[in-house]
Nanobody, 123 residues
Framework: QVQLVESGGGLVQAGGSLRLSCAAS????????MGWFRQAPGKEREFVAY????????YYADSVKGRFTISRDNGKNTVYLLMNSLRPEDTAVYYCAADYLTTTISSRLYDYWGQGTQVTVSS
């Protein structure tokens, strides 16, 4: 069992930055691909980024490539999402998720989810 707790969301002006953190419980954090997803009001949950468990491979959605950076610290059981050059369309609830021993952008295949943290970008 893995529990995930996100933090770092908030209100920021367009062009600003935020860093989200996701702290995980459990002793096998390094065996999980960690992903970030987001869900805006009235829209489906969408993939943002992942960092794989096996080789640290990183993949971003096109909408955030070049602006967001995902990283992980296995010693602290934490994954981060640094978000720069934020836009109003980035406004959403951001979720971190853990995928055991596989790597995918499909939200349906992630095993554990955090409760989400709200990010609001004002224009």
């Amino acid at each position: 069992q893995v529990q995930l707790v996100e933090s770092g969301g908030g209100l920021v002006q367009a062009g600003g930055s935020l860093r989200l953190s996701c702290a995980a419980s459990g002793r096998t954090f390094s065996s999980y691909t960690m992903g970030w997803f987001r869900q805006a009001p009235g829209k489906e949950r969408e993939f943002v980024a992942y960092i794989s468990w096996s080789d640290g491979r990183i993949y971003y959605a096109d909408s955030v490539k070049g602006r967001f950076t995902i990283s992980r610290d296995n010693g602290k059981n934490t994954v981060y999402l640094l978000m720069n050059s934020l836009r109003p369309e980035d406004t959403a609830v951001y979720y971190c998720a853990a995928d055991y021993l596989t790597t995918t952008i499909s939200s349906r295949l992630y095993d554990y989810w955090g409760q989400g943290t709200q990010v609001t970008v004002s224009s």
